[in-house]
């Protein structure tokens, strides 16, 4: 009996459709779900199945990543936790754990959770209820305000710590609810592992660390609330110092301290079977309690009402406290940085490795920055919003019996930050697309005289598209120095407002200015706000990105891609990132490819981002299965973005053993004009000799696009230019599916070859 052979798609980025995935008007789902599904065109309508009993379906995981409103929001909102999360997996090859990366991740996402908690605390309990609320004039004409006047300090205290409470409590009902929704789900039994040292991505439940996110969970609402804590007691000694109080005080800094020592412990520990061990959870269920009683207690004892002298200035602590975590963060991005630098020196991959090997701090320090720009532009926002028009700074008189609305100078300093690291990459960027251009032109103009030569002269503007539209899909590769940039710029920023610490950082400075003739005060007030309003029009920026992403393919595609590689990685980093869509899919696909290889043969096609779902799937598959089954990768970032930026788990070495797993059965369809996709193993020219020897070196054929130049004698117009999509309407990839097809295990099923 003939045996079905099946070529299962798999889409890339921006939530392809099934039908337009299967080339089909009418498809039916045949297994999954909503969210995630599998399709096949329904028989009867139309051409469901090639002749030659070669079988398609599709796989269509789209909408686990969400919408676009929801991709922007997040984008906005959770970019932070996302880089920092994404850190970790960028860190170099050396074929360890990863030595002290993961805890110095793990602290600085740390952190991050504890500058959001400042930033709600800077608006609510410092901004309204310390600076603003005593003010009739602040209160005026201000219903949802008013009512915080008549109240004593500390019961005002105590209802507006009730908002950061709830902000913590929002993002722990996100993280909640996508563990519930999309994660969890468990892996396919008889998963082959070798025992190398590193976390590898071929382990089994290396896609199940649902229990590790919540131990993150406990840990970052710890943290948070215990922040919290630390200011509102802080407050009170300032206010009326007692034994209890400070009893208190110290009791939370023990709270954090041991948080801090559960983060630095792997999340996992040793287990007997293969694989990745169980999730170590000692402590945590007590550190649930001990966070819920202190928090209570610091609450209890903020309601208690005083009668101290009338407020005036910052709330006592808050900004030495956004100073301390500045400084905290500035240590740990050093200290990460040059663990990266000593390991990158014992990698296997230095060659090939992005940003040469510092991708994991500059994702770190892009995560820090980010997170202080949205805290400036919110605390300075809402201060401007009280100050009813005036961005409040040194450079302006207060007005009489006005509040006085004194963010921490820190944020003032991350906003100039913010606008000089704006500038700056900004300037870079075109600085490289200038510096670059010849060069890649140059090499474009190579290509295309050896695709199209001696084109008539009626094709010439035709082939100066194409040579423009090679050269810029080659920028992809000229942006590391840009990244750079950054990192120092930004390393240099923290480490400065870190010095506020020592008494020669920025707020010694302001007060330098402060006693000259004013002109130096003036124009650093105008650089706060040009920093403010420049953080605020990026803020803006990201959600009217979003908002194009609905009618613009190229642009959605842009914002997919960002999205897409993101939230790729567990969370072992930071809880509040991200969903994790591939700790379904991968699972998911993987049992799919193993009950369709049962029936005779598949061959997993995957195009863009879903290349790295169908490689990450085959690491997964059960070694009987592997045999009866075939890969087709095309516009595949595996080697251009993923081995380079996370070369610990998708670098030549897992690469070449996926390549192993398949018996070498694996076909890489790239061209020239792709801006994300390109080769895996090689880049040589067609009917040359490949610089990989095979069969490495015959995974990769290059697609010339367009096909031609010139006008076809039926047409109009000359051929389009392809780029990064679509693929699978190309002759060259139904050739290949049928040679993978054939080339599958003779013995288990037979393909007629009769056309």
């Avoid at 991740?105 to 908690?117: E, G, H, M």
């Avoid at 991350?414 to 300037?427: R, T």
């Avoid at 999509?725 to 002759?731: E, N, S, V």
Wanted: overall charge positive; hydrophobic content about 45%.
């Amino acid at each position: 009996m003939t045996r079905e052979v099946v070529e299962l798609r798999v889409h890339g980025v921006s939530g392809t459709s099934a039908e337009t995935l299967l080339d089909h008007p009418v498809v039916i789902q045949v297994a999954g779900d909503d969210n995630a599904g599998f399709y096949r065109p329904r028989p009867g309508f139309g051409i469901s199945d090639r002749p030659g009993g070669l079988k398609v379906e599709a796989y269509r995981w789209g909408a686990l990543t969400a919408g676009a409103t929801v991709r922007t929001l997040s984008l906005l909102f959770l970019l932070p936790f996302m880089l920092v999360n994404l850190a970790v997996w960028a860190r170099p090859a050396t074929g360890g754990a990863g030595g002290l990366i993961g805890p110095l991740c793990r602290l600085l996402a740390a952190t991050l959770t504890s500058a959001f908690v400042l930033s709600v605390v800077g608006v609510s309990i410092d901004l309204i209820g310390w600076q603003c609320a005593p003010y009739q004039p602040c209160r005026a004409g201000r219903g949802y305000l008013s009512w915080l006047g008549g109240l004593p300090l500390g019961p005002r205290l105590a209802i507006l710590a009730l908002l950061p409470i709830a902000a913590l409590r929002l993002l722990w009902w996100l993280g909640e609810r996508s563990s519930r929704v999309f994660e969890a789900f468990p892996a396919a039994p008889g998963q082959d592992t070798h025992d190398v040292g590193e976390d590898r991505i071929d382990r089994p439940g290396f896609w199940n660390d649902m229990i590790v996110v919540r131990r993150l969970l406990t840990l970052h609402v710890a943290v948070g609330l215990g922040t919290l804590d630390t200011i509102l007691l802080g407050a009170q000694i300032h206010l009326h110092p007692t034994p209890v109080v400070y009893v208190l005080f110290v009791a939370t800094w023990c709270l954090l301290a041991v948080t801090a020592v559960l983060l630095c412990r792997p999340a996992r520990v040793a287990g007997e079977a293969p694989g990745r061990g169980p999730v170590d959870m000692r402590g945590i269920r007590p550190l649930r309690k001990v966070t819920t009683v202190i928090t209570l207690l610091a609450l209890a004892y903020t309601v208690v009402p005083l009668e101290p002298e009338p407020p005036h200035g910052q709330l006592p602590g808050y900004e030495g406290a956004v100073a301390a975590l500045i400084a905290a963060q500035a240590g740990l991005l050093i200290a990460l940085t040059v663990t990266t630098l000593h390991q990158q020196r014992r990698s296997h991959e230095r060659s090939s490795a992005w940003l040469g090997g510092l991708a994991a701090p500059v994702l770190a320090t892009a995560a820090v920055a980010a997170a202080y720009g949205f805290a400036a532009a919110l605390v300075y926002r809402v201060a401007d919003l009280l100050d009813r028009g005036d961005i409040p700074n040194p450079a302006r008189p207060e007005r009489p019996n006005a509040p006085p609305l004194e963010p921490p100078v820190s944020y003032r300093w991350a906003a100039l930050a913010g606008l000089v690291a704006v500038l700056v990459v900004a300037v870079a960027t075109l600085w490289r697309i200038v510096l670059t251009r010849r060069r890649r032109r140059q090499l474009a103009e190579r290509i295309v005289e050896r695709d199209f030569p001696d084109p008539p002269p009626q094709a010439l503007a035709q082939r100066s598209t194409v040579r423009e539209v090679v050269a810029r899909a080659a920028f992809t590769e000229q942006l590391g120095p840009i990244f750079i940039v950054f990192l120092v710029l930004s390393l240099l920023g923290v480490a400065l407002v870190a010095l506020d610490l020592i008494g020669i950082g920025p707020s010694e400075l302001s007060r330098y200015l402060a006693r000259t003739d004013g002109k130096a005060t003036t124009n650093l007030a105008l650089a706060t706000d040009v920093g403010i309003y420049v953080i605020g029009l990026v803020a803006i920026g990201i959600v009217v990105l979003g908002l194009v992403s609905y009618r613009s393919e190229g642009t959605r595609r842009s914002v997919a891609v960002i999205w897409d590689l993101g939230t790729f990685w567990p969370r072992t980093v930071h809880p509040f990132a991200p969903p994790c869509y591939a700790e379904r899919a991968v699972p998911e696909l993987a049992k799919r490819v193993t009950a369709l290889a049962d029936r005779g043969g598949v061959v997993l096609s995957g195009h863009s981002h879903g290349s790295v779902v169908a490689a990450a799937t085959l690491l997964q598959l059960p070694p009987e299965v592997l045999p009866r089954v075939a890969l087709l990768t095309h516009g595949s970032p595996l080697h251009r973005l993923y081995s380079r930026l996370c070369p610990a788990f998708l670098g030549g070495d897992v690469l070449h053993e996926v390549g192993d797993r398949v018996g070498w059965r694996w076909i890489n369809l790239w061209r020239d004009t792709d801006p994300i996709g390109g080769p895996i193993f090689s880049a040589h020219w067609p009917g040359q000799p490949p610089r990989v020897p095979p069969p490495a070196g015959t995974v990769d054929r290059r697609l010339r696009d367009p096909v031609e130049i010139t006008v076809p004698p039926d047409d109009t117009v000359p051929p389009r230019i392809d780029q990064h999509w679509p693929y699978h309407t190309d002759p060259h990839y139904e050739a290949a599916v049928r040679e993978l097809a054939g080339r599958l295990d003779p013995d288990l099923f037979r393909l007629s070859r009769d056309r």
